[in-house]
């Protein structure tokens, strides 16, 4: 059984998931076009990456360092993605949103398996 904070945990990387995967499909669907304000995509680019660079400096000592790793290094590299975004060509702001999901994607996935074995193996949260 789970304690509430890996449940939190687990649930939290579900979220990370999904939202990741919601990028892909509007990527894949065309469906989003760029602001008329590009400055809100930098603004947001901007932010991801200073949160992952705080989280990755910030870390509680006791989160293990590869799960702290994969979590500030894909907030970075989506930030990234999302400041790219406005500043390239329209043709490549999909593919631009779609990598950006796909991280998101593989974040979750491998959060929720690190949170899993963290659970199993006894190692509090």
Do not use: K
Request: no cysteine; aromatic share 6%.
């Amino acid at each position: 059984m789970l304690n509430p904070p890996s449940l939190f945990r687990l649930l939290n990387e579900f979220i990370i998931l999904l939202l990741g995967a919601l990028l892909v499909l509007l990527a894949v669907n065309r469906g989003v076009h760029l602001p008329a304000r590009p400055s809100a995509m930098i603004a947001l680019g901007i932010l991801l990456i200073y949160w992952g660079v705080r989280a990755r400096f910030r870390r509680e000592t006791r989160d293990p360092v590869t799960t702290v790793d994969i979590r500030s290094s894909s907030l970075v590299m989506v930030g990234l993605f999302i400041l790219a975004i406005p500043l390239v060509p329209l043709r490549y702001a999909d593919i631009l949103l779609a990598l950006a999901g796909g991280v998101l994607v593989i974040r979750g996935i491998l959060g929720g398996i690190l949170s899993l074995r963290a659970s199993r193996a006894g190692i509090p949260h």
